[in-house]
């Protein structure tokens, strides 16, 4: 569980918050395997008797004070007793010299088995299932096919499999006999999103899902079986759409709808967790849960909308509504959008980031990284049936939460969250509940978040080696409570907030911050708020500092001055560019899911890719340039390599030695730095090898932000129109306007 704070100390009341401009919040990371620090927490056993406060329902930890019959809850302060039981287990085992006492005496980051009436124990085996879409093209299959064959060897045995396609029918596949059979189901088209034949009358659910172990070459014979419909297929069953528009015939709302009720007749029997990988072509056009498309287009122009606010919110609540329904049925989707058409993730996102899923987008089928990433998701460990709280000490609250999860209807600061990997990330940012804010005699503010969490283990723990292959495929599901407590001091003064300011977690509040008014209000109202902010906050720093003249680079405090560059990168990113320039409405709903579940790092450096540079492959140069054109030719490195998260770029000067080798070889230095991160990456990064003076270079220019209009664009107002300079000339301007208001 690793947790940022915005600033090393908070600040002590209302006054020094607004004085020093800063975001006051932090990032969570909860199922990550350490913390910030990259200690482990301390594992123990029966956290459902970890004793609780009276008053606030705050677990117990190091940071309460501790006397033999009672305790001091850090949060609220209020005084709770212990059982004699309790107390021979905290206060005399807490004293033991050999470092014996329980988990939660020794460290403030624990993570504790439960035993919970129902579940502990229960036999469950890992269900997935691909539904995938057949109104689409070979290219669209072949891929798909590979994604799958990919996800079949990550698979844990004893996983069940299920093989579900869609178009302007439903087929069900049973493929545990020597040949496929699959049942098709016809979508009526003007449906209510009830399939007209339930899934489970037409095949049983436990023939529908095989075991891996046993059937993964018939699975991977029935995959060879999928074929597009046929345009004569989509033409008949579809007819004619709205306003005589000819319908394409994919059901994906219905397919979905009908696939979520037929999992939820076995959920907490066959399974703890079902996951769905749906894979799109294009966008639902079929029956109920159907999409206008039409919305996207030169419309706007002439009837006056703002496209980059009318593209952003939902079109209908149905996809919303079906997530509700998956989360009821213990349902996690995964969306994989494999189009360039525009398929309005606005509307879709909903089924898989409120279920707990993620939502993919590739461009096209040429290089789509798609396989690998289905692989990499697999293989790593993930959490399901999650509840998050936030607890704070009763100085202050918290004021708004971040993240893909659901909050819970009838308690404050609890989201529930299906499906949690150990890079998914949520946020926080924080209110003083009254004028007075931090006592000055009070010893800090404490933070405590808990994180009820099961995960699905083999039978026998992983020391059963001997275990015969039959128990091999059982597993039993493990509930288990993770509490991280944490103390943080009040800064003195605001100079002091300055030096403990961590630029990362500030820019993943404000990117939270920005997405959400850019949901609400439109792209250019985000734009508005992360340009404002930048110029209240370098207004205050130079009032603070007393400096006659503005002072936009932050030269007394090393701690803010990566903050300009971030906010002007940000305001440059796709995220917040505006439609005329060419942001297609999908692909920015795409990086508002990616960039709200990044941790810190990895959301800076998606933001502001780092360049370095290399003299050979074996050798670094310098370890960080700006991303301009001059860091090129001032440094007069022959090799530099771009990390964008995304894209991983090497790109070799124009003036390079011929003698240097092209690509690097495998066993150099720049490629053991280049593999590294794609191991560390949660999506898999493309990499490209670009000669200057030869290949097309423009995928590594483009990514030199800090000259001026770097695209040509030159649109008024656009944020392609400014380079570094003049957008810090443009902020010494209007912080001077603001200090004479």
């Known amino acids: 569980m690793a947790i940022r704070a915005t600033v090393a100390r908070f600040p002590i009341d209302e006054d020094a918050r607004e004085a020093s401009g800063i975001p006051w919040g932090i990032t969570l990371t909860p199922f990550a395997a350490a913390d910030e620090e990259g200690i482990p927490p301390s ?23 501790l006397d033999q019959w009672s305790w001091t809850c850090a949060l609220c302060g209020a005084l709770n007793g212990f059982t004699s039981e309790a107390s021979e287990k905290y206060v005399n085992g807490s004293r033991a010299e050999d470092g014996s006492g329980s988990a939660e005496m020794r460290s403030s980051f624990v993570d504790l ?138 059901g994906f709302g219905v397919a979905m709808d009908a696939l979520i009720t037929y999992l939820s007749s076995e959920y907490g029997n066959t399974f703890a967790l079902a996951r769905v990988f749906a894979f799109l072509s294009g966008p639902p056009d079929y029956g109920a849960g159907q999409l206008d498309t039409r919305r996207y287009g030169e419309q706007y122009a002439s009837k006056g909308e703002d496209a980059d606010l009318a593209l952003l919110p939902e079109q209908t609540p149905f996809y919303r509504s079906l997530a509700a329904t998956a ?36 461009a096209n089928t040429d290089d789509s990284t798609l396989p690998q990433d289905m692989y990499r998701m697999l293989s790593r460990p993930y959490a399901f049936n999650c509840v998050l709280r ?33 890079f998914a990330t949520y946020a926080y940012d924080f209110d003083f509940t009254g004028n007075e804010g931090f006592s000055r005699h009070m010893e800090g503010a404490v933070i405590q978040m808990a994180f009820q969490y099961t995960v699905v283990v083999p039978q026998g723990g992983q020391s059963n080696a001997g275990a015969n292959s039959a128990d091999k495929s059982k597993y039993i599901t493990k509930r288990r409570l993770r509490i991280r407590t944490i103390r943080y001091l009040a800064a003195a003064s605001v100079k002091e907030i ?25 792209v250019r109202e985000g734009r508005m708020l992360i340009h404002d902010w930048l110029v209240v906050l370098t207004a205050q720093y130079n009032e603070l500092f007393r400096n006659i003249h503005a002072d936009v680079s932050f ?40 960039f709200s579940a990044l941790e810190p790092s990895s959301l800076n450096r998606a933001i502001y890719p780092m360049l370095t540079s290399y003299s ?126």
């Open 43 to 65: 594992e123990g056993a029966a956290g459902h008797l970890l004793p609780r406060c009276e008053n606030c329902w705050g677990y117990l930890s190091t940071e309460c004070e």
């Open 113 to 250: 088995e439960m035993n919970e009436e129902g579940l502990e124990g229960m036999e469950a085996r890992p269900v997935y299932v691909a539904a995938v879409d057949l109104s689409s093209s070979e290219e669209f299959l072949e891929l798909t096919k590979s994604a799958l064959l990919a996800a079949l060897e990550a698979l844990l045995p004893g996983s069940l499999f299920g093989l579900l396609t869609f178009s302007h029918k439903i087929g069900i596949y049973d493929v545990q006999g020597p040949i496929p059979v699959v049942k098709n189901i016809f979508i009526h088209p003007d449906s209510d999103g009830e399939s007209p034949i339930n899934l489970e009358d037409a095949m049983p659910l436990l023939s529908f899902l095989a075991p891996v172990e046993i059937c993964k070459d018939r699975i991977a014979a029935a995959l060879e079986t999928l074929k597009p419909t046929t345009s004569w297929e989509r033409t008949t069953a579809a007819g004619q759409g709205m306003d005589g528009v000819l319908l394409g015939g994919r």
């Open 327 to 362: 989360v009821q049925a213990g349902v996690c989707v995964d969306i994989f959008a494999v189009t360039n058409e525009y398929t309005d993730l606005a509307s879709l996102k909903f089924l898989s980031i409120d279920s707990g899923g993620s939502l993919f987008l590739y």
């Open 390 to 422: 936030l607890r704070t000490s009763t100085d202050f609250k918290t004021g708004h939460s971040y993240g893909h999860f659901f909050p819970d209807p009838k308690y404050e600061n609890v989201q529930h969250i299906i499906c949690c990997d150990s």
């Open 498 to 522: 300055y030096q403990g300011v961590d630029p990362e977690v500030v820019l993943s509040i404000l990117v939270h911050k920005v997405i959400l008014a850019s949901l609400e209000q439109g």
């Open 555 to 594: 030269s007394e405090c090393p701690q803010l001055q990566p903050l300009p560059r971030l906010v002007f990168a940000l305001m440059r990113n796709p995220l917040l560019r505006f439609h005329e320039e060419g942001v297609h409405p999908d692909y920015r709903i795409y990086l508002q899911c990616l």
């Open 616 to 741: 050979t492959p074996d050798k670094q140069a310098y370890p960080r340039h700006s991303l301009s054109r001059a860091a090129l030719i001032t440094s007069g490195s022959p090799i530099f390599f771009l990390d964008a998260f995304t894209n991983l770029i090497v790109y070799y000067s124009s003036t390079a030695d011929p003698s240097l080798s092209f690509p690097p070889p495998h066993d150099c230095l720049l490629r053991s730095t280049i593999n590294w991160l794609k191991k560390e990456r949660s999506i898999t990064p493309k990499l490209t090898f670009i000669r200057g003076g030869q290949d097309d270079a423009s995928l590594f220019e483009n990514y030199l932000i800090e000259e001026q209009d770097v695209d040509g664009t030159g649109l008024p107002g656009a944020a392609s129109a400014m380079g570094f300079v003049s957008f810090l000339d443009e902020i010494t301007r209007e912080v001077v306007d603001y200090r004479s208001t």
